[in-house]
């Protein structure tokens, strides 16, 4: 087949329909998901030694069960059977949360971290990645969620001035959606604060009070009158990120 020497032609016809790849090129591996676990383990552990009792105490401990049943019913290699598949899943559950505390520890006062410990949240809520408001003197931050209990804003960084910041945006937020509940998070670990691993399942056990459609038309609104703000220096969600895989256990 007769390879095109037009220069205006595709780019594809220029170098044929059977064009390879250099014959050293190779595809790059995709990690595996035992080694994934591997390092997720070894991240754990680095932060929480104790992972490594919980999980083998829940391992066996649910081993020793089945066999008590066993013997009970005189059917004890029925029940072994059963028994180590579910010890495994309990020990990865463990692995999994134990991860997750991890992960956000390592982030744990880095700016941005407040949005990180918010993109946990998944179905149903709406996510603002960028920080809604900004102290760009002393790096105070807001981030925003938008979900059936309504708008959420998680501040981070020195708790009055954090405060006064979150106060103001809910001022801004009660004009724009005057009927919309405005809740406020601080992250920390101080008094009335709220630790980063918490901060998801604390947005999610607010009382709902909007429909997933009044969720939707809230987003529309603010996303209408509202102006993104420039981020200052240091000031990254992407980085502050935790590890997906790490908080998933995978």
């Given at each position: 087949m007769a390879k095109s020497t037009d220069p205006d032609a595709p780019q594809s016809a220029r170098k044929g329909l059977f064009s390879r790849k250099p014959k050293g090129e190779k595809k790059p591996k995709k990690q595996g998901r035992l080694k994934q676990i591997a390092e997720v383990f070894r991240?754990?552990?680095?932060?929480?030694?104790?992972?490594?009792?919980?999980?083998?105490?829940?391992?066996?401990?649910?081993?020793?069960?089945?066999?008590?049943?066993?013997?009970?019913?005189?059917?004890?290699?029925?029940?072994?059977?059963?028994?180590?598949?579910?010890?495994?899943?309990?020990?990865?559950?463990?692995?999994?949360?134990?991860?997750?505390?991890?992960?956000?520890?390592?982030?744990?006062?880095?700016p941005g971290a407040s949005g990180a410990a918010l993109s946990v949240l998944r179905r149903g809520w709406i996510l603002e990645e960028q920080p809604v408001a900004v102290n760009p003197?002393?790096?105070?931050?807001?981030?925003?969620?938008?979900?059936?209990?309504?708008?959420?804003?998680?501040?981070?960084?020195?708790?009055?001035?954090?405060?006064?910041?979150?106060?103001?945006?809910?001022?801004?937020?009660?004009?724009?959606?005057?009927?919309?509940?405005?809740?406020?998070?601080?992250?920390?670990?101080?008094?009335?604060?709220?630790?980063?691993?918490?901060?998801?399942?604390?947005?999610?056990?607010?009382?709902?009070?909007?429909?997933k459609q009044e969720v939707a038309a809230v987003n529309k609104r603010l996303s209408a009158l509202g102006t993104r703000l420039p981020i200052p220096k240091g000031i990254d969600p992407y980085r502050a990120r935790p590890d997906r895989k790490a908080t998933r256990g995978r």
């Amino acid at each position: 087949m007769a390879k095109s020497t037009d220069p205006d032609a595709p780019q594809s016809a220029r170098k044929g329909l059977f064009s390879r790849k250099p014959k050293g090129e190779k595809k790059p591996k995709k990690q595996g998901r035992l080694k994934q676990i591997a390092e997720v383990f070894r991240m754990t552990r680095r932060n929480d030694p104790n992972v490594v009792w919980l999980m083998v105490g829940a391992f066996f401990g649910i081993i020793a069960v089945g066999l008590l049943i066993g013997l009970l019913i005189d059917n004890w290699i029925t029940m072994l059977i059963v028994a180590i598949p579910i010890g495994l899943l309990a020990a990865m559950f463990i692995l999994s949360r134990r991860a997750e505390r991890a992960a956000f520890s390592q982030i744990e006062g880095q700016p941005g971290a407040s949005g990180a410990a918010l993109s946990v949240l998944r179905r149903g809520w709406i996510l603002e990645e960028q920080p809604v408001a900004v102290n760009p003197r002393t790096q105070e931050a807001v981030f925003r969620a938008i979900g059936r209990p309504g708008i959420i804003l998680v501040t981070e960084g020195a708790p009055a001035r954090a405060r006064a910041l979150a106060d103001g945006e809910r001022r801004r937020m009660n004009r724009i959606a005057p009927k919309v509940p405005v809740h406020i998070i601080q992250t920390g670990r101080g008094e009335g604060q709220v630790p980063l691993a918490k901060v998801a399942t604390t947005a999610k056990k607010l009382p709902k009070e909007l429909t997933k459609q009044e969720v939707a038309a809230v987003n529309k609104r603010l996303s209408a009158l509202g102006t993104r703000l420039p981020i200052p220096k240091g000031i990254d969600p992407y980085r502050a990120r935790p590890d997906r895989k790490a908080t998933r256990g995978r």
